[in-house]
């Protein structure tokens, strides 16, 4: 049975105003309390009769913007070899960094440094990502490495990019975010092992341990 | 819409009101980044997409 027009409208609006609250919680964790996309708009858009005198934060002690930004909906193609996921997870860090737009499965590799630490018989040569670390370091982009728990890997992608890889997966992807609670990953060969572009906590366990090298904010 | 529709609109609705009211639970205990239950945390559960594009200026916050 079809709800009334009434009910209808009144869930359209309440969908309006979580929305806007959204995005006012967001203003405020980016410092932006008064004046256009404000703390304040919101407020007033989600109730025009409020009356207020906003009293900001004090941001007096200044601190460098040290926030890394990466593009977490860039596409990442299919591989085109089966021994070169690494790379293809790297040039899709290095691109939506914004570090090298222009990055690649081959330019990858070549960086990565062929035979020598990635080839067509073993992949990568070292789960450690020392190959990798260093092509990131080109770019001077800063990273850490170590093998991670699901929760831990899961805090990682919310703040901030990198690859990892499962010992048991054999397989390299990068980093795009948190997908609820699971790891929302750029995966050059979706469907492996069943895995598309979503890490389970229960996909983790079973295709890890997990190595990931990620890039320090 | 019929009270199938209605009622999954509803579930979504309260569950990111639980989420808004974690996310401002949070700012009140000064938790504004990092893992969960952190104000950013929380923003990225109710919309995903601002994964990436958000810049943290957290307030300073005073000791003790």
Redesign the interface.
């Known amino acids: 049975?079809?709800?009334s027009q009434a009910?209808?409208d009144q869930?359209t609006q309440?969908?309006a105003q979580?929305a806007a609250?959204?995005n006012a919680?967001?203003a405020?964790?980016?410092?932006t309390w008064t004046g256009a996309g404000s703390v304040e708009a919101y407020l007033l858009a989600l109730n025009p009769t409020l009356h207020f005198t906003p009293k900001p934060?004090?941001?007096?002690?200044s601190r460098p913007?040290q926030?890394l930004?990466?593009?977490?909906?860039l596409p990442q193609p299919h591989q085109k070899g089966s021994w070169t996921c690494s790379a293809c997870a790297l040039a899709w860090v290095l691109r939506?960094t914004g570090a090298d737009p222009n990055a690649t499965e081959d330019s990858e590799i070549a960086e990565i440094g062929e035979p020598d630490n990635i080839n067509a018989t073993y992949g990568l040569m070292s789960s450690a990502g020392g190959a990798l670390r260093a092509v990131y370091s080109k770019y001077g982009l800063s990273t850490s490495q170590g093998w991670l728990t699901f929760?831990e890997a899961w805090?990682l992608a919310?703040?901030t990019?990198g690859q990892m890889s499962g010992r048991t997966w054999y397989h390299w992807v990068a980093l795009?975010?948190?997908?609820?609670p699971n790891i929302?990953i750029a995966n050059s060969a979706k469907g492996y092992e069943g895995i598309s572009e979503s890490l389970s906590r229960a996909d983790f366990n079973r295709l890890g341990p997990f190595s990931v090298v990620w890039l320090e904010s | 819409?019929?009270?199938d529709?209605?009622m999954a609109?509803?579930t979504t609705?309260q569950r990111?009101?639980a989420l808004?009211t974690q996310?401002?639970a949070a700012?009140l205990e000064g938790r504004?980044?990092?893992?969960p239950p952190s104000?950013?945390?929380?923003?990225?559960?109710?919309?995903?997409?601002?994964?990436?594009?958000?810049?943290?200026?957290?307030?300073?916050l005073s000791g003790g």
């Open positions: 049975m079809a709800v009910v209808a869930i309440l969908q979580q609250i959204t919680l967001s405020m964790l980016q410092g934060p004090d941001y007096s002690v913007d926030k930004k990466w593009d977490p909906d939506a929760d805090t919310g703040r990019t795009r975010g948190q997908d609820g929302w | 819409m019929d009270d529709q209605a609109l509803l609705l990111q009101q808004q996310a401002i700012a504004w980044t990092g893992a104000v950013e945390a929380f923003l990225y559960a109710l919309n995903p997409t601002l994964q990436g594009k958000i810049t943290p200026n957290p307030p300073v």
